[in-house]
């Protein structure tokens, strides 16, 4: 483990303690509350990785790589934002999915650009948000979004 995941797990611990010392009977509360909503949880969690080692099993890494690695890195980071924007799953799941691809030999831009308008930009949950928020709020939000996603894929290029 790094230090990083070492600190998070004592920080855990110390508020877990601190909640336990706090209010025994709520902390125990919340917990039993937590596992039954990550019970109900856990058949949609092991399908949606299910899909996600189908897929990675029937895209060979060679081809992941001819066209997240090795091909225009622009024409690839705009269409992996699209194919982002319309996608639907969570960003639990995305993590290891965009891992995974990562592994197979795809560049850093195109998978950041997918991440982050996956998590950005909600082409599938658009009506929705025109009804809650209006037309011109859902507009703004989702094109600035994109934009930024873009731009978060390039910056984070040149850094790694």
Same mark, same amino acid.
């Given at each position: 483990?790094?230090?990083?995941?070492?600190?998070?797990?004592?920080?855990t611990?110390?508020?877990?303690?601190?909640?336990?010392?706090?209010?025994?009977?709520?902390?125990?509360?919340?917990?039993?509350m937590?596992?039954?909503?990550?019970?109900n949880?856990? &058949?949609?969690? *092991?399908?949606?990785?299910?899909? +996600?080692?189908? @897929?990675?099993? #029937?895209?060979?890494?060679? !081809?992941?790589?001819?066209?997240?690695?090795?091909?225009?890195?622009?024409?690839?980071?705009?269409?992996?934002?699209?194919?982002?924007?319309?996608?639907?799953?969570?960003?639990?799941?995305?993590?290891?999915?965009? &891992?995974?691809? *990562?592994?197979?030999?795809?560049? +850093?831009?195109? @998978?950041?650009? #997918?991440?982050?308008?996956? !998590?950005?930009?909600?082409?599938?949950?658009?009506?929705?948000?025109?009804?809650?928020?209006?037309?011109?709020?859902?507009?703004?939000?989702?094109?600035?979004?994109?934009?930024?996603?873009?731009?978060?894929?390039?910056?984070?290029? *040149?850094?790694?």
């Open positions: 483990m790094d230090i990083f995941t070492i600190c998070l797990w004592i920080i611990l110390i508020w877990f303690i601190g909640s336990i010392i706090k209010d025994k009977k709520k902390t125990f509360g919340s917990i039993k937590s596992s039954g909503m990550m019970r949880m856990i &058949g949609e969690i *092991v399908g949606i990785l299910f899909l +996600i080692g189908l @897929i990675i099993t #029937f895209i060979p890494p060679e !081809t992941i790589k001819q066209y997240l690695g090795q091909s225009n890195v622009v024409l690839s980071t705009i269409v992996s934002a699209f194919v982002g924007s319309i996608t639907l799953i969570p960003a639990f799941v995305a993590f290891p999915l965009v &891992g995974s691809l *990562v592994k197979a030999g795809a560049s +850093i831009v195109p @998978i950041v650009a #997918f991440l982050t308008t996956l !998590t950005m930009v909600g082409f599938v949950t658009f009506p929705l948000e025109k009804r809650e928020f209006g037309m011109k709020f859902a507009l703004v939000r989702n094109s600035l979004s994109f934009g930024f996603a873009i731009i978060i894929a390039l910056i984070m290029g *040149v850094i790694i």
